[in-house]
């Protein structure tokens, strides 16, 4: 096998270097014989291969005797190299054909020489006789019939007349000898290519279909080589015209179909899905090369380029194309949409797998289109809205960024959820789910709001905000109309005395937290609104026009299509108008929440909670000190109760404050002024009695100070943020309003439609189901 594998490789390079030099006028002769003596030697090439491969293979089925895997091996890479030779000839036929036709009539040319030298001999000589008068009409019958086209009978006639002809002596030893060889090479190059054809049939390899499962390991072992598949498939198609003769079956289709079953098992069974297996297993070793895996070091365990596979080009059999790549794309294709669809949260891996293949292999893999989960997904919005006491109990918001961030996790690590998570939550569950979210929130609040309307009308906590309401009063005008720092501390301490909970809490942290989960969920609603508008810009970002929408369903009624085709039509127009609805409204769930909860809260029934604007400033007071401590616990190594942000509660504030119409009492508090002032008025001091001491070089004493200096810095720099915060939180209600002025231009805004209707008040929209 060895060496035919390098006699047949010499001879391919030597044919494809002759073929391809152009043919020179004063060397014709030469490169004809050339070409002849190629094409001979791959036909003797041929000639023996294919009688080691059947000698061989027969004797081991005649003695019973069982094949090695190398035998087989190498037997497999003869019947390669007998294609091989074939399939040179195929390539080539054009030149073949062309170059045929100048050989015969060479070869024709050289045989008439001798022929001719022969009958001048036999003409030269005197003595008359029979015998002689027959040899040279057996010559000239040969002259003759060599003029002309070489088929089979010419050829037949030339060799009757050259066996009278060859008589008495006509031609020399070494003139004979020549003379058969040309026409040996005249018989075989007339018939080359049905020669060829014969020699390289392999239909005898039906009866060894044994062998084929070996090489197919073989090829899957050795990937480089991987090309030669097309020999052996083209070695195993030469077994369909013999089956096409078959008689003992009624008709010879159930025969090729068994014989095309059996081969693609094979071949899916012992290459396929071996590939598709081992590709898979590559691309999942790759993207989770953070676990622990098993050692993968090329150096030591060795390494398969199966990229090989995927160069080749379909190998043609029966009426089907095997395309490796296709078949291998398409289980990845499949294999990773299934795995994706029981489990969506792992998109992101299957998408790192699916750019992996792309990159490693060449493969062009489909997106599964999936409504894709987040591989950080955290809590979804269904398990969000089904338990959203827990959720704002046990996440903090931040109001910048929109993310909630968990409070406190067994984990090393905290769960976030975002705008990208809610719109991808959106995109697996529809758009509906957000009107339901928000009706949730709207079952959450009222509850929420029952015991904030409790704690308001407790006779402890009502009879002292009068008091500080009625103390505000009487000293506004000496104070500079703002609410003293003192008073507000005298509240948050003076709470204390009333009861504190096992775990060190006042009332007035219960109900500062109790606003910051009214304020979460407050939150949870914004996010929910970007992360729909985020949702439906990336859905409705193919629309090419918000404003000009073309009705598909008419253009295709008049187009007279189908009734499926104005189905689908309607059904386009359908979700076009939803998703241009949401994406222009984007429902104002906060004004919505407003509306629902502010007639309640401002009754006169309620009078109790107009008191709330006094308690915000000890809340204030409050929330500071527990947002430095939670804040100072994050550098400490025991982290329970550490947190940075806690922006629910600026929501919260400005929700209910909104509710209440109390934006002007609080502000007529000028309370965050007034603690501005304070602590200036206190750095300032600290900072004068350092400058004095630092003269009395007492150490202790200005370590103290600069303590001292650093957490009024603290209070002030919280202070500040809350007072952004709540800013910030104020413009989502509308704070420049009050509600009378609210009522004013909704009046006005109903007005201008009446008259823009003409009376006609049919157009108007009914109120949101929330609202209701």
């Not at 943020?721 to 509308?734: E, G, H, T």
């Amino acid at each position: 096998m060895q060496s035919y594998y390098v006699f047949v490789s010499s001879w391919m390079t030597k044919m494809e270097s002759i073929l391809s030099k152009e043919q020179r006028v004063d060397k014709f002769a030469e490169d004809l014989s050339n070409r002849c003596n190629v094409f001979i030697q791959g036909f003797l090439y041929a000639y023996s291969l294919s009688t080691i491969i059947k000698t061989t293979m027969n004797l081991y089925m005649s003695v019973q005797k069982p094949m090695t895997k190398t035998s087989v091996k190498a037997l497999c890479r003869l019947v390669e190299l007998l294609k091989a030779i074939e399939h040179m000839f195929y390539r080539r036929s054009m030149i073949v054909a062309d170059s045929v036709t100048h050989i015969t009539q060479h070869l024709q040319y050289q045989a008439l020489h001798s022929i001719s030298v022969a009958k001048k001999r036999v003409i030269s000589d005197k003595k008359y006789s029979e015998q002689r008068l027959d040899v040279l009409s057996a010559l000239v019958l040969a002259e003759n019939t060599l003029n002309g086209p070489s088929t089979k009978q010419r050829r037949l006639i030339v060799s009757l007349a050259l066996s009278v002809g060859t008589q008495m002596k006509t031609f020399k030893d070494e003139e004979l000898i020549p003379l058969q060889l040309v026409l040996k090479k005249l018989d075989l190059i007339s018939e080359l290519t049905e020669r060829i054809r014969a020699q390289c049939d392999c239909c005898f390899l039906y009866w060894h279909r044994a062998v084929f499962p070996i090489y197919l390991d073989d090829v899957y072992e050795n990937a480089v080589d991987s090309a030669r598949l097309h020999y052996m498939f083209s070695a195993l198609r030469d077994c369909v015209p013999a089956m096409m003769n078959a008689r003992h079956l009624e008709s010879y289709e159930a025969l090729l179909e068994c014989y095309d079953k059996e081969i693609m098992e094979v071949l899916n069974e012992h290459l396929l899905d071996k590939l598709c297996k081992e590709i898979e297993k590559d691309l999942r070793l790759s993207v989770h090369t953070h676990l622990k895996l098993d050692d993968r070091n090329p150096f030591r365990v060795g390494m398969k380029d199966l990229a090989h596979f995927f160069f080749l080009n379909p190998i043609r059999f029966f009426n089907r194309f095997i395309d490796i790549k296709a078949y291998v794309t398409h289980y990845l294709d499949k294999t990773f949409y299934n795995l994706t669809t029981v489990a969506l949260h792992d998109w992101a891996t299957y998408s790192e797998m699916r750019n992996l293949a792309t990159q490693r292999y060449g493969l062009s893999m489909t997106e599964a289109h999936l409504p894709s989960q987040t591989l950080e997904q955290g809590l979804d919005v269904l398990e969000i809205m089904r338990n959203i006491h827990v959720f704002v109990s046990r996440y903090l918001y931040n109001l910048n960024n929109q993310i909630f961030i968990e409070r406190t996790s067994n984990n090393k690590h905290l769960n976030t959820i975002n705008i990208r998570h809610i719109a991808n939550s959106i995109r697996t569950h529809g758009t509906g789910i957000m009107n339901t979210t928000v009706n949730f929130t709207y079952q959450f609040l009222r509850k929420k709001f029952y015991i904030f309307s409790q704690f308001m009308y407790d006779e402890h906590i009502k009879s002292r905000l009068i008091k500080d309401i009625r103390f505000f009063r009487e000293v506004k005008d000496q104070n500079d109309h703002k609410y003293p720092f003192e008073r507000a501390d005298k509240f948050n301490r003076g709470i204390r005395k009333l009861g504190i909970t096992p775990d060190g809490q006042s009332y007035l942290d219960q109900f500062r937290q109790l606003i910051s989960q009214i304020g979460n969920a407050m939150g949870y609603v914004r996010m929910i609104r970007s992360g729909g508008l985020h949702c439906c810009s990336s859905a409705i970002r193919f629309v090419p026009d918000l404003e000009d929408i073309v009705n598909f369903e008419e253009l295709v009624k008049e187009e007279g299509l189908s009734e499926e085709t104005q189905t689908a039509a309607r059904q386009l127009d359908s979700v076009l108008s939803d998703l241009t609805r949401n994406f222009a409204e984007g429902t104002e769930y906060f004004k919505m929440l407003v509306d629902v909860f502010a007639p309640e809260f401002r009754s006169p029934k309620n009078m109790h909670l107009r008191n709330f604007y006094i308690i915000v400033p000890p809340l204030t007071l409050n929330f500071v000190e527990h947002s430095i401590s939670c804040k100072e616990k994050l550098n400490k190594k025991n982290k329970s109760g550490a947190a940075f942000t806690d922006d629910g509660f600026a929501m919260g504030v400005a929700y209910i404050l909104k509710l209440l119409d109390q934006y002007q009492e609080f502000d007529s508090l000028h309370w965050f002024q007034s603690v501005r002032e304070k602590y200036i008025k206190e750095i300032r001091a600290v900072a004068k009695q350092q400058n004095v001491q630092s003269t009395n070089q007492d150490e202790k004493l200005l370590q103290t100070m600069n303590l001292t200096h650093k957490r009024l810095e603290v209070c002030l720099q919280e202070f500040e943020l809350l007072y952004f915060s709540l800013s910030s939180a104020r413009i989502f209600f509308r704070a420049d309003k009050t509600a009378a002025e609210e009522n004013q231009e909704k009046k006005e805004k109903e007005e201008e439609s009446v008259k823009a209707s003409n009376g006609d008040l049919s157009n108007s929209t009914p109120a949101d189901p929330v609202v209701k």
